[in-house]
C-alpha cells in the first residue's frame, strides 16, 4: 500500500499495530530485564502482499530507535527485516 500507515502502540497488551478495517497487522512484545524482545508479528491474509508486514516492522524499529529501546528478536520475520537494515538498526541490540 502506497499510503504510509499510523503505528499505535497500545502498552497494556505490549503491541505496536496498524488499526486497519480490512483486518490485522500487529507486533507483540514482552520486556525482559528492560529489553523489548520482539516476539511476534502478524498481517491478516486479508492483508498480505501490500508491503504492510515489511512496513509495520520497519516503523516498530524507528519506533525503538526514537525513544533509545533495546530489544532482542525472537520472530525470523522481524529479524528479517532487521538484518535488510543492519547498520540503521544495530544500535538497538544490546
Given at each position: 500500500m502506497s499510503s504510509k500507515k499510523k503505528l499505535i502502540h497500545d502498552e497494556q497488551?505490549?503491541?505496536?499495530y496498524f488499526s486497519l478495517p480490512e483486518g490485522e497487522?500487529?507486533?507483540?512484545?514482552?520486556i525482559e530485564n528492560g529489553i523489548w524482545n520482539l516476539n511476534y508479528s502478524l498481517v491478516s491474509h486479508e492483508l498480505?502482499?501490500?508491503?504492510i508486514a515489511k512496513d509495520l516492522v520497519k516503523?516498530?524499529?524507528e519506533f525503538a530507535l526514537d525513544?533509545?529501546?533495546k530489544i532482542k528478536i525472537s520472530c525470523s520475520y522481524i529479524d528479517k527485516v532487521f538484518n535488510q537494515?543492519?547498520?540503521?538498526?544495530?544500535?538497538?541490540?544490546e
Open positions: 497488551k505490549q503491541q505496536l497487522a500487529y507486533v507483540t512484545y514482552n498480505r502482499g501490500q508491503g516503523q516498530t524499529l525513544r533509545n529501546i537494515d543492519l547498520d540503521k538498526y544495530s544500535s538497538l541490540m
